[in-house]
Structure formats: C-alpha cells, structure tokens
C-alpha cells in the first residue's frame, strides 16, 4: 500500500534551515499531528537539550506528548523549516524503519525552496533522508559525512548540506552525544 505524507511542509517566511527528516511513523505511533511525533523518536528531547538544556522541555510528561504549540512557536522564531525527503512511501514492515521504507515518490526539493528564499542550509536526519535528497540534487554532489558539510549549488542556490545522527532511538548513540552533534551543527550555522 502507498502511504501520501499526511503533513503539510512547515515553512516559516523567515527559514534559513530546512531540517529533512524520511517519512513519519505509522499513525498509530503518533502524539501530535506534526514531526517527529512518535513519543520515543528524540528530535524534540535533542532540541530541548541544545536550546534549553532541558530534554523535556518541549514534552508534556504528564500526558507522555508533546506541546505542540511551543515547538512550532520555536521553530518560527528560530526560522527553521521542517518537511521529509519522501512524498510517498511503501512501508515493507509495518513500522517506522527507514530500513524497510521504498521511497515511491521523493519530494520536489526545487519547488519547496523557492517557497523559503532565504533558506541556504539543508539539514537530513539518518541515511534514508540523505540519501533521498542526494538522487535529487546535481550528480556531483559529495553525500557530507555526519556531522559534517558538504556543499551544493542547486535551483540557482548556493546551498550547505549537512547529516546528523538520526533521532531515532535505534541510532546507537546517546542522547546527549546526538545533543552535542546537533549543538555544534546549530552553532556552525549561527542559530545557536
């Protein structure tokens, strides 16, 4: 069965970054109509560690979800734009791995940056987004290790690339070692 994104791209007028997740989990798993909204996936622990130095502050842990609210809040004022490489998927288990995600239809990349004109910085989370967005950019394009970044001139944009750990808890590395990854990528690109 092919699954369509249910979300619509959040893109703040004022984005510089556009973090690129895979696909969102099966609905089942949710907490919040909006990214990473699986209650163990640590996106929004990562980013309350980095801006915060609180890993629950974007939680509500009496309901074990989120406040939503305060992370679009967040993201808007920090001007980060969030959105996933696949438009459609097949899901090969019927779980959240982008192990067993088919990329159906990837997204249009060009067609989303000309809606955030002054976003210069592309962000994947795991190798699945990563390697979705590189079969969309030019040929020549160096896939950055993680942590690191590569460069791409694309829809007639000087663009930086960059890879992060995954947020997942199946990435074998510790919260606070994925903050401090995240806090020197956030700090790299002057957000932080």
Same mark, same amino acid.
């Given at each position: 069965?092919?699954? /369509?994104?249910?979300?619509?791209?959040? !893109?703040?007028? $004022? &984005?510089?970054?556009?973090? =690129?997740?895979?696909?969102? +989990?099966?609905?089942?798993?949710?907490?919040?109509?909006?990214?990473?909204?699986?209650?163990?996936?640590?996106?929004?622990?990562?980013?309350?560690?980095?801006?915060?130095?609180?890993?629950?502050?974007?939680?509500?842990?009496?309901?074990?979800?989120?406040?939503?609210?305060?992370?679009?809040?967040?993201?808007?004022?920090?001007?980060?734009?969030?959105?996933? /490489?696949?438009?459609?998927?097949?899901? !090969?288990?019927? $779980? &959240?791995?982008?192990?067993? =995600?088919?990329?159906?239809? +990837?997204?249009?990349?060009?067609?989303?940056?000309?809606?955030?004109?002054?976003?210069?910085?592309?962000?994947?989370?795991?190798?699945?987004?990563?390697?979705?967005?590189?079969?969309?950019?030019?040929?020549?394009?160096?896939?950055?290790?993680?942590?690191?970044?590569?460069?791409?001139?694309?829809?007639?944009?000087?663009?930086?690339?960059?890879?992060?750990?995954?947020?997942?808890?199946?990435?074998? !590395?510790?919260?606070?070692?994925?903050?401090?990854?995240?806090?020197?990528?956030?700090?790299?690109?002057?957000?932080?």
């Amino acid at each position: 069965m092919i699954e /369509t994104h249910p979300f619509e791209p959040f !893109l703040p007028e $004022n &984005a510089k970054l556009l973090m =690129l997740g895979s696909f969102p +989990p099966p609905r089942e798993r949710w907490k919040m109509q909006f990214y990473y909204p699986n209650f163990q996936n640590d996106m929004w622990r990562i980013l309350g560690l980095v801006f915060f130095d609180n890993k629950d502050y974007f939680l509500n842990l009496e309901q074990k979800t989120f406040q939503e609210s305060l992370i679009r809040e967040f993201l808007i004022e920090k001007g980060i734009a969030i959105f996933d /490489t696949a438009y459609q998927i097949r899901r !090969l288990k019927g $779980n &959240a791995s982008d192990k067993f =995600l088919e990329v159906v239809t +990837p997204i249009d990349i060009e067609k989303l940056l000309q809606r955030i004109p002054h976003c210069q910085v592309l962000m994947t989370t795991g190798d699945k987004a990563t390697d979705t967005l590189m079969q969309m950019l030019p040929s020549d394009t160096v896939k950055p290790v993680i942590g690191q970044a590569s460069s791409a001139t694309y829809a007639g944009r000087d663009l930086q690339l960059f890879r992060m750990p995954s947020s997942s808890r199946a990435y074998p !590395l510790a919260l606070e070692k994925k903050a401090q990854s995240y806090a020197d990528f956030f700090q790299q690109i002057k957000l932080l």
